[in-house]
């Protein structure tokens, strides 16, 4: 029974695990492209070769330190949310979720060997991609049930709308 009422939560938590996923997927050759557009292809071959004569512990500090700057711009963009400026707050913070994805995808991609060096962090590696494996094995069937009620000659809408309907039904008798 607790399951069952768990699922939703289960399902949410899983999709915002992929979107993270997705989104790092999809930054990581757009930083690509703007590192071979403006002139950070050397700055990627300095800090490689940087970073290769750090520690792995060293290299640790450098993946997190890039981040550390948009923590005031995230913290600007909750005091906007605060003060009720919703369209400038939106702005603020979904440009510091893409500006933090991108450095750290940008970052990682360069330190990437020398941290997997660290036994912990290897586990810690491995345990995301599993994480994001089974997020994929919860979400996958429910994007396929969608994509067939979407694929549907008999309309797409209706079919949906039932769907929608029966989950709400499923998850009210659970409580």
């Known amino acids: ?50 970073v290769d004569a750090l520690s792995p512990a060293m290299t640790l500090i450098v993946f997190i330190a890039p981040v550390i700057p948009l923590f005031p711009l995230k913290m600007f963009g909750l005091w906007l949310l ?7 707050a939106v702005l603020i913070l979904v440009f510091a979720k893409f500006l933090g994805l991108g450095v750290a995808a940008f970052i990682f991609d360069v330190t990437r060997p020398k941290l997997l060096q660290m036994a912990w962090f290897q586990k810690l590696y491995d345990w995301v991609m599993a ?21 549907s000659d008999r309309g797409w809408s209706s079919r949906l709308l039932r769907m929608i309907q029966h989950f709400r039904k499923r998850v009210h008798a659970a409580r």
């Open 82 to 88: 605060a003060n009720e400026y919703w369209l400038s």
């Open 1 to 50: 029974m607790l399951r069952r009422i768990l699922q939703p939560l289960w399902v949410l938590l899983a999709l915002i695990f992929l979107i993270e996923a997705w989104l790092w997927d999809h930054l990581e050759p757009i930083v690509a492209r703007v590192v071979a557009w403006v002139p950070l292809r050397a700055f990627k071959a300095w800090l490689a070769d940087r």
């Open 131 to 151: 994480m994001r494996a089974k997020a994929h094995a919860i979400v996958d069937p429910i994007k396929l049930r969608i994509k067939e009620a979407m694929g």
